[in-house]
């Protein structure tokens, strides 16, 4: 047994999943109560050295169990559980009501699981079923349940016997009766083989069939069978390009620091943030920098923050690298899952390409770590423990490991931003597009980033113009696609409309479970079609359109706030005849739907991208000549100081979608607050612009990264309750802030959280803010009835 195996060891009356962290000298008789170890998981040990010294990290910074933290580096399926079943035993004294009814569900059905037990008898229910087996009234039996998901065989029936001897067989049975045996053994010695014996009996018959295995001159073997998700792909061989200048300092600083003796002690000097603008070439560097990485025997990881940009990167990086690219992320199947995650630790994969969990590939000798896209806030885990954020578990890997972090961006996370003028990490610039059209190609000049207006809507309502594009927005389109150019149309607001209100009472829907109003959702995208449904995008609660209002019992309602839905329905009334598809999560909900999305539009016919903020991350189409923003007002409405970050952001990364090929780009930014320093920022794409505006914000504000926080959720079926407790916990945690000397820490709330009510569970929240707010965490003991998110990439 060593360090990293999985193992299953007794734990009061239960059998109990657990890992191996360390082994130690210490003999067993100096140790009290010692029990032997149930069971030992084949196949281990599944877990690293460096990523088991990662996982106490993970629990001990986000404030989690060392199981969970553990959870996230075993291979899909491999905690399996074991069931414990009931049946009747032997009844020498009255039961109570509850009692009765657990013995007479357990005796109707014979044996029962004891979770299903529990469950049928409510709030209380398990400790009157572990009472029921400690008196024999029921009798347990624990099974292994078998695991959700494993290898895959198939057979194959070869030869067993020398050739030598097959050949005199083959001659002692070509004539006579017996023709088919020689037939059988021929046509095994062409080098065929088969999969089943029903396949051969019906070609040489059972008779010679049987013989043969008889005789011990065929044999069954299995063969394990790769659920590759690559299978269906092919890569066409690519070579490195010739860098610019400034990527060619990038890769050398990269590469030199991957190719070192030895690692530096200092971590800052191998971890960089590469800030490049879009289309300034920083998956070139990311590529040799890579090649430079296995040339040396090394592993690396490419993260990106989406499935959805899964399928294009792996065009880019499979075809520089074919053969050697292992892909992680939740868009596979769980059998794809689990034959990648064994294949990469076996080590046929030096290059691991995945969103957020494949920073915990189970890879030896890591010698690069890329996380491209780093600002991405899907890059943090938010709702399920442990809430960890990939680019601080790569930090973390980088330090245990010596491997060199690349962290990549046009608009790189304030945070990040000022670490590496700090001297945290390395600092390299990509200021400039390189080329990639054949126009600039041939004439050796610089892409031109695109040009960028800015629509007041007020303007246009003033003049009349009520439509959801703005005049100029048509007469850009109309031209784009005039000269052969794809437009992309950016809302980041799903469905036909945002919310549905009645025309009596001024109600707006909401979810009965959610505290948000429903959207409405066409049945199509024809604009002509009436019917369709009101949907929460919280809980997916639905219910048709042709209700009446909940409230007075109105039909009349109107629509407001469209959605993608309504404006592809927008640019058909326009643009007769030009195809259009959307791109959100309504129409593409598996790695499959992002790629098929991705060809339709690059491929075929389709004019017009509509979509949400898939669209702004990351793609490289170089057809694309304009982009079009309909509501750039949306993400500053948001109730976090992160908002203003998110909406230039997501603004300036979409802007960078248009221009990349052989011709110029545009883009159209509508909004009703164009003074506002983000967009002002994002349409002249000028970073420096927004950082030196948004850290004085943050600096007075006393916001990350002057400062650090933790929230802390609360969750309860009554509001009332809810509210309670967390007043309860506030002054609590106000109490021991006061009388431990620690006000440097500022408590703020609790407050309901936005939205309060998700399916049917009422949310409070409570902000801990400081230098280290998480001291205040170890002085007050929390329960199971508050969630812990260190560094929040959240308030809402």
């Not at 002692?172 to 023709?179: H, I, M, P, T, V």
Request: charged share 25%.
């Amino acid at each position: 047994m060593v360090a990293g195996d999985l193992v299953w060891v007794p734990f009061g009356s239960r059998t109990l999943q657990g890992i191996v962290f360390e082994l130690t000298d210490v003999a067993q008789a100096d140790i009290d109560n010692v029990r032997t170890i149930t069971a030992r998981t084949l196949d281990g040990p599944f877990i690293a050295e460096h990523l088991l010294r990662t996982a106490r990290w993970v629990a001990e910074h986000y404030r989690t169990t060392l199981f969970t933290a553990c959870s996230l580096l075993l291979p899909p399926g491999a905690s399996s559980r074991l069931r414990t079943w009931l049946s009747p035993g032997v009844i020498d004294r009255d039961l109570s009501k509850r009692e009765q009814q657990a013995v007479g569900y357990v005796i109707e059905n014979e044996r029962a699981p004891k979770s299903r037990v529990a469950r049928r008898l409510g709030l209380g229910g398990t400790p009157i079923v572990d009472r029921l087996i400690r008196q024999h009234v029921l009798h347990a039996e624990s099974e292994w349940e078998k695991p959700r998901v494993s290898a895959v065989y198939s057979n194959r029936i070869e030869l067993t016997a020398a050739e030598s001897a097959v050949r005199n067989l083959i001659a002692e049975y070509a004539e006579g009766r017996s023709q088919k045996r020689a037939a059988l053994l021929e046509w095994f010695l062409s080098g065929k083989v088969a999969q089943t014996k029903s396949s051969l009996n019906e070609q040489f018959g059972g008779a010679a069939v049987k013989w043969a295995f008889g005789e011990k001159l065929l044999k069954i073997r299995k063969i394990r069978r790769d659920r590759d998700p690559l299978a269906d792909y092919f890569f066409q061989q690519e070579f490195a390009h010739t860098p610019t200048n400034p990527q060619r300092t990038a890769i050398e600083a990269v590469v030199k620091q991957i190719l070192a003796a030895k690692p530096s002690a200092n971590p800052a000097e191998r971890q960089f943030l590469l800030h490049g603008v879009t289309g300034s070439g920083k998956t070139e560097v990311y590529l040799q920098a890579i090649e430079a990485c296995t040339a040396a025997g090394k592993k690396a990881i490419f993260l990106v923050p989406e499935i959805a940009l899964t399928p294009q990167t792996l065009q880019r990086i499979a075809s520089r690298f074919p053969g050697k690219v292992g892909v992680l992320h939740s868009g596979l199947t769980i059998g794809q899952r689990y034959d990648q995650w064994w294949r990469v630790k076996n080590g046929d994969f030096p290059i691991v390409l995945g969103s957020r969990g494949a920073i915990f590939a189970p890879i030896e000798n890591p010698g690069l770590i890329v996380i491209d896209e780093e600002h991405e806030w899907t890059y943090k885990q938010g709702d399920q423990a442990p809430r960890y954020h990939a680019r601080a578990v790569a930090e973390r890997i980088s330090e245990e490991t010596g491997a060199v972090l690349v962290l990549g961006s046009a608009t790189p996370d304030i945070s990040n931003y000022r670490s590496a003028q700090a001297g945290r990490y390395q600092l390299l610039q990509l200021p400039k597009r390189v080329g990639s059209g054949e126009l600039a190609q041939s004439t050796g000049r610089d892409q031109p980033m695109a040009k960028v207006e800015i629509v007041d809507m007020r303007d246009e309502r003033e003049d009349g113009h009520f439509e959801m594009l703005s005049r100029p927005l048509i007469d850009a389109m109309r031209d784009a696609l005039a000269a052969g150019g794809k437009v992309i149309l950016f809302l980041n607001r799903r469905g036909s409309a945002s919310f549905i209100q009645c025309m009596d009472c001024g109600k707006v829907r909401q979810c009965k479970r959610c505290d948000t109003a429903l959207t409405f959702h066409r049945d199509s995208d024809d604009s002509r079609a009436q019917s369709g449904k009101l949907i929460c995008h919280y809980c997916n609660y639905t219910v048709g359109t042709g209700t009446n209002c909940p409230t007075c019992g109105g039909k009349q309602v109107r629509r407001s706030s469209p959605g993608t839905q309504m404006a592809a329905e927008m640019v058909r009334q326009y643009f007769a005849g030009i195809e259009v598809v959307r791109w959100d999560s309504d129409s593409a909900r598996t790695a499959t739907d992002h790629q098929r999305i991705m060809d339709e539009f690059v491929k075929s016919e389709v004019s017009v991208l509509v979509g949400t903020q898939m669209v702004a991350k990351g793609l490289d189409i170089p057809s694309v000549t304009l982009v079009g923003v309909i509501s750039a007002d949306t993400g500053l409405a948001v109730p976090d100081f992160r908002g203003a970050e998110r909406a230039f952001q997501v603004l300036a990364q979409v802007i960078g979608r248009s221009g990349r090929g052989a011709w110029d780009g545009r883009a159209i930014i509508q909004t009703f607050n164009p003074e506002h320093y983000a967009i002002q920022a994002a349409a002249d794409q000028d970073y420096e612009l927004f950082y030196d505006t948004e850290i004085k914000l943050r600096a007075a504000q006393a916001n990350p990264p002057f400062t650090s926080m933790i929230k802390l959720m609360h969750s309860a079926g009554n509001a009332e309750v809810a509210k309670s407790e967390a007043d309860r916990f506030a002054r609590e945690l106000a109490d021991i802030r006061e009388s431990h000397g620690e006000t440097g820490i500022e408590v703020i709330g609790p407050t309901p959280a936005y939205p309060l009510k998700i399916r049917n569970m009422y949310r409070w929240q409570i902000l801990l803010k400081g230098a280290h707010p998480e001291r205040l965490l170890e002085l007050v003991a929390t329960n199971s009835l508050w969630t812990i998110d260190v560094d929040p990439a959240s308030l809402g």
